[in-house]
């Protein structure tokens, strides 16, 4: 089974600054997605940002970039110029790649995201 | 475009009753997903349809049920209510199950408490 570990349960940072949210993850499969969902207060979970798995080149989204290492199995999460916008929970989050029928994503247990005005 | 609208957004149950929450997914999507999110749990697969068909369920006794009608709008049930139940269910739709480039997009939950 997979299971995905976020070992920070709460982060802060200062606005404009950078953070990096830590995320590891095991598996036995060789093609996946990770995955960055953000929940704000609202509680509507958001996507951040995606990574294939067979892609080695980081996928980046604006201020958004992932640093992705297959073999060591983590996928951090790095906000550049922290914005009062990205306070939330930010979840990490393994899909198995297949053709068809398989939606289940396996999450992390979260990390709040505060940011200091 | 709408987006993932689950229904009701709040509700309290009695221990021992049932419940129906309602999920319709983005216009266009077949594939719904249910989560269970509580502080003790996290986040828990529920299961997935696709096409009207149960194609993967998590590790969640039988009280919890669900199903998908031909227009993609998705229910899931619970049964004789218990305590633990108390969480937000999550919905998730997407367009192309499986396939690269595809995403879940989350409805807005519904808060359950059972007291």
């Known amino acids: 089974a997979q299971t995905v570990t976020q070992s920070q349960p709460e982060m802060s940072v200062q606005e404009a600054e950078t953070v990096t949210l830590s995320c590891t993850y095991d598996?036995?499969?060789?093609?996946?997605?990770l995955f960055w969902y953000k929940q704000p207060p609202s509680r509507q979970m958001i996507l951040v940002i995606r990574?294939?798995?067979?892609?080695?080149q980081n996928a980046t989204e604006n201020r958004f970039s992932v640093n992705f290492q297959k073999a060591a199995k983590s996928f951090s999460l790095k906000i550049s110029d922290s914005q009062l916008g990205d306070a939330a929970m930010y979840f990490c989050?393994?899909?198995?790649?297949?053709?068809?029928?398989?939606?289940?994503?396996?999450f992390g247990t979260g990390t709040r995201l505060t940011i200091i005005p | 475009k709408a987006g993932v609208t689950q229904t009701p957004r709040y509700l309290i149950k009695t221990r021992g009753q049932q419940v129906t929450l309602s999920c319709s997914p983005i216009?266009?999507?077949?594939?719904v997903s249910w989560y269970q999110q509580t502080p003790g749990q996290g986040l828990q697969f529920l299961f997935e349809?696709?096409?009207?068909?149960?194609?993967n369920k998590g590790n969640f006794p039988g009280r919890f049920s669900g199903r998908q009608f031909s227009n993609s709008r998705s229910e899931m049930n619970v049964s004789t209510l218990e305590l633990g139940d108390s969480a937000l269910y999550l919905c998730?739709?997407?367009?192309?199950?499986?396939?690269?480039?595809?995403?879940?997009?989350f409805g807005q939950g519904t808060r359950l408490t059972v007291v």
């Open positions: 990574q294939e798995a067979y892609k080695q």
């Open positions: 998730a739709s997407s367009s192309a199950p499986g396939r690269v480039g595809t995403e879940a997009f």
């Open positions: 216009s266009g999507h077949r594939s």
């Open positions: 598996t036995s499969e060789s093609d996946y997605y």
């Open positions: 349809y696709f096409s009207e068909t149960q194609r």
């Open positions: 989050a393994y899909r198995r790649r297949a053709n068809f029928g398989n939606e289940k994503l396996t």
